[in-house]
């Protein structure tokens, strides 16, 4: 090969090198909106784990205290707790939910090399009859709120009919306080039931292809805005 060949090969495989290097041309608002948002996952998830920090303490506390003077109201008083917790660690993961959604469905298609949610989709579309990372985490929330709620209830249940039993020995009839007892224990049940239910349902299929549903409509509602102006 002569000099001038060589010089040119060189030449040629330094302006290849520097193309490489050269930065990808990229929004850099779509960049801070996806920080932001985030961001704002993060927050929901230290927020949650707040919660937890405070919640089952709180709830120890109320039982150990229950047990200890033989009171099934005390051992009721942990739903007060425990239905609002519950409620709104889910608000907090229905929102993670629908971050991710917009990011998976805004500003990932837009900016190249982030596509972490669109794969994590993808994932969930292949592992549906699977339990997915997703569905595990949910599952431990709803299962341990569900395991105490539980406890609560049957402690709650002990030490209530224990209290009656000489009393219904004596007298076979059902007061009225029995009845508004049983009522009120499958009231709470039900609202127990409801929040757990509503919690589960934030990484459905369903729940996700809702959130798409509503997205897309969302950009074809501003697609028609734009064409009108």
């Not at 961001?39 to 506390?61: G, L, M, R, Y």
């Not at 972490?116 to 989709?121: D, H, M, S, V």
């Not at 609560?152 to 002990?158: G, N, Q």
Request: glycine letters at 4%; charged letters at 20%.
């Amino acid at each position: 090969m002569s000099e001038e060949a060589a010089v040119t090969t060189k030449e040629n495989r330094r302006r290849q090198s520097t193309e490489c290097q050269a930065p990808v041309s990229v929004d850099h608002t779509l960049l801070t909106e996806y920080e932001s948002l985030r961001k704002e996952i993060a927050d929901n998830s230290t927020v949650v784990a707040q919660v937890f920090s405070i919640t089952f303490p709180a709830v120890a506390a109320l039982i150990g205290y229950g047990v200890d003077k033989e009171n099934w109201v005390v051992l009721l008083s942990p739903y007060a707790i425990l239905l609002p917790s519950l409620w709104f660690v889910s608000s907090q993961i229905s929102s993670t939910v629908r971050l991710a959604t917009y990011i998976r469905k805004f500003i990932e298609p837009k900016v190249t090399g982030l596509k972490w949610e669109t794969r994590l989709a993808r994932l969930r579309v292949q592992s549906q009859d699977k339990v997915s990372p997703d569905k595990s985490y949910l599952l431990s929330i709803t299962g341990l709120y569900g395991a105490v709620s539980a406890v609560c209830t049957i402690l709650s249940a002990i030490y209530y009919w224990r209290g009656r039993m000489a009393e219904l020995i004596a007298d076979t009839s059902v007061s009225g306080f029995d009845v508004a007892w049983a009522a009120a224990n499958a009231l709470i049940v039900v609202l127990a039931y409801r929040v757990i239910a509503f919690a589960r349902q934030c990484f459905t299929s369903e729940y996700i292809d809702k959130l798409d549903k509503h997205w897309q409509e969302t950009v074809e509602a501003e697609a028609r805005k734009r064409m009108r102006i």
